[in-house]
């Protein structure tokens, strides 16, 4: 593995680091290791073909049916 050194960073970043580490639960560097892999090495988006099986199967055709409705035509007629 390769070592990274970040130089020259503002003080209420390096803070703002140490604080969330604590929340977390784990050191500056884990915290920064972590930060770096979200923004970098992002999972692979889902095709729409997966997004659209992931929609549930509820409810009948009949439920969804358009109604027609003319009282809207009659107000910018």
Same mark, same amino acid.
């Given at each position: ?10 003080? #209420?970043?390096?803070? #703002?680091?140490?604080?969330? &580490? ?5 050191? &500056? @560097? #884990? @915290? ?10 992002? $999972? &692979?988006?889902?095709?729409? #073909? ?5 929609? $549930?199967?509820?409810? @009948?055709?009949?439920?969804? @049916? ?10 910018? &007629?």
């Amino acid at each position: 593995m390769a070592n990274l050194i970040v130089r020259n960073i503002d003080d #209420a970043i390096v803070k #703002a680091l140490k604080q969330r &580490a604590s929340r977390n639960g784990v050191s &500056a @560097e #884990a @915290e920064h290791r972590k930060i770096l892999e979200q923004v970098l090495i992002q $999972p &692979a988006k889902k095709s729409f #073909a997966e997004v659209l099986g992931l929609i $549930p199967n509820v409810g @009948e055709d009949a439920d969804f @049916e358009r109604v027609q409705d003319d009282t809207v035509r009659d107000v910018f &007629a």
